[in-house]
């Protein structure tokens, strides 16, 4: 991320030379599928995508340079049940969250584009920021409500130790903007929000000691700790097949990789509209 930085830096001084350029505001809304990708989706699957909407707020410094602010909000899950990795399928733990973002994003533009040019209406371009999220992973058993995995300390969390439900991260992807006419333009990103944190999906280090859990937290935060056994009372037959013995969640073992923080991804199609004016004339 900091060569990222250091090259968008050096495109805003370059651009500063542009003798012709065009500076203002746009504000526009999109539509947006959104996938996650972390310790309940290891394998890059796409076979959860949830719905998501936002709004942006852009101003253009010039052809080649802008900056815009973003708010967002969307729905993220995954199921160990599609894993193709034997040992995720039979630890078989599962998620949904809300995610809702804000952020800010230095944009570069490849090509110069000009709202009202006749033939630099449109062009791919980079972006790079920071954001804030804020998410609440829920799980349910069969045929139960959903509940919120935080207050039952999943990975043996002291009260008051839990992890935070907001959390900072990078904002970045690409983008390919083109104009309708000079006020409205479309805009489709692709945007990766990769989190500070590993706690978006309630699983990040070991299982840890079930009674010492269900001392602080209640009986009731047992059967989200290691689910397992709820697999195997369904299905005994994976388990002998792959010579796997349940119940997993031995205290100690690995729940999830702490050390990969987790991510989710927006496809979005956005229409803007713009409100700036050109500094100079353009006969294009």
């Known amino acids: 991320m900091k060569k990222i930085f250091l090259l968008f830096a050096c495109f805003a001084i370059l651009s500063q ?66 894993s193709p990795n034997l040992f ?35 062009t791919p371009y980079l972006f790079a920021g920071l954001g804030v999220t804020h998410f609440n992973p829920k799980a349910k058993l069969d045929d139960g409500d959903w509940v919120a995995l935080r207050p039952l300390g999943t990975e043996g969390q002291f009260k008051g130790d839990e992890y935070y439900t907001v ?10 903007k083109i104009d309708l006419n000079y006020e409205w333009s479309i805009n489709i990103d692709l945007s990766a929000r990769r989190l500070f944190s590993d706690y978006l999906d309630d699983v990040s280090t070991a299982y840890p000691d079930p009674d010492e859990v ?27 097949r792959n010579n796997i013995e349940p119940p997993i969640g031995t205290p100690g073992r690995q729940r999830g990789n702490s050390k990969s923080n987790d991510t989710y991804v927006y496809f979005g199609v956005g ?14």
């Open 17 to 82: 030379n542009c003798l012709k350029a065009q500076d203002g505001a746009e504000a526009g809304v999109w539509v947006a599928a959104v996938n996650y990708f972390g310790d309940l989706n290891t394998n890059l699957r796409l076979n959860r995508i949830g719905p998501a909407a936002g709004f942006g707020l852009r101003y253009n410094f010039n052809e080649r340079l802008g900056f815009k602010v973003s708010g967002n909000i969307g729905r993220v899950e995954a199921y160990d049940s599609d």
């Open 214 to 240: 269900s001392d602080l937290r209640g009986s009731e935060a047992l059967p989200f700790i290691d689910r397992s056994s709820e697999l195997f009372a369904k299905d005994p037959d994976f388990f002998t």
């Open 271 to 284: 229409v803007y509209y713009y409100f700036g004016d050109l500094k100079c004339p353009y006969d294009e």
């Open 88 to 122: 995720e399928k039979a630890r078989n733990l599962s998620f949904r969250s809300v995610v809702a973002d804000v952020g800010g994003q230095l944009e570069f533009n490849f090509l110069p584009y000009i709202h009202g040019s006749k033939d630099k209406n449109w």
């Open 167 to 176: 959390a900072g991260g990078w904002v970045y992807g690409a983008g390919f």
